[in-house]
């Protein structure tokens, strides 16, 4: 009996505190590109999920035949460039034939950061070669990421309202874990268990009961 309630407490316990898995939350909405050089830096706030940051990636593409300067990449606290800077890398992008499209990820060694809060990533370069993807078109008029937006060093033409509007989002993804046993929801599966395991203990507490009233009957 002992071993039984053990059991199922271990059970309930193992469940609860699985450990959070890391998740990669991607955004593509567009086709269209805009130089780093030209209008850097070039950045895009977004929310945070989880609370520890592993990889940030922005989709780019090569626009100029010749140069390949370093990328920098900072990430800010806050929507724009005006906040403190939590991370600064050097990184090279490979040497891709011209119109290439590509993913460019940034391993950021897992930044501890705050569920919820606005960050934002950004691109400076000394290249010309090199573009950030994003969308909508000229005059698309949905936001497919409400929680953030493009942010460029300078002012894109007035010519393209999607973005004048605020509804132009970098293409980018980024993977990270979430905060873990404490507060997490368990899945569907997981609730089965849990309840699975309660269940034995009250069987296993009531035929204890059961046993006791039993001897002293007798």
């Not at 898995?21 to 269209?32: C, E, K, L, N, P």
């Not at 992008?93 to 569920?115: E, H, Y």
């Not at 034995?200 to 009233?213: D, E, N, P, S, V």
Request: proline share 5%; glycine share 14%.
């Amino acid at each position: 009996m002992k071993r039984m309630m053990m059991a199922a407490a271990l059970a309930v316990a193992g469940t609860a505190s699985a450990p959070a898995q890391a998740a990669t939350y991607s955004y593509d909405d567009g086709a269209r590109s805009v130089g780093i050089a030209g209008t850097g830096p070039i950045g895009q706030s977004f929310a945070m999920i989880g609370t520890t940051l592993s990889s940030f990636g922005f989709e780019l593409q090569t626009v100029n035949p010749t140069g390949n300067d370093p990328l920098s990449f900072t990430l800010y606290d806050g929507e724009g460039f005006g906040g403190i800077a939590l991370k600064q890398i050097s990184i090279s992008a490979p040497d891709n034939a011209l119109r290439t499209v590509f993913w460019q990820d940034v391993d950021l060694g897992g930044l501890s950061l705050t569920d919820g809060r606005i960050y934002t990533a950004a691109l400076g370069t000394g290249t010309t070669r090199l573009a950030v993807r994003y969308g909508p078109g000229t005059t698309g008029t949905v936001d497919a990421y409400a929680d953030g937006r493009l942010l460029t060093g300078t002012a894109l033409p007035t010519s393209n309202r999607s973005c004048t509007a605020g509804l132009c989002d970098a293409n980018f993804r980024f993977t990270s874990t979430g905060t873990g046993p404490i507060g997490a929801v368990p899945e569907p599966a997981s609730w089965a268990l849990l309840t699975l395991g309660f269940g034995a203990i009250g069987h296993a507490l009531r035929r204890a009961r059961g046993t006791r009233r039993a001897r002293r009957l007798v």
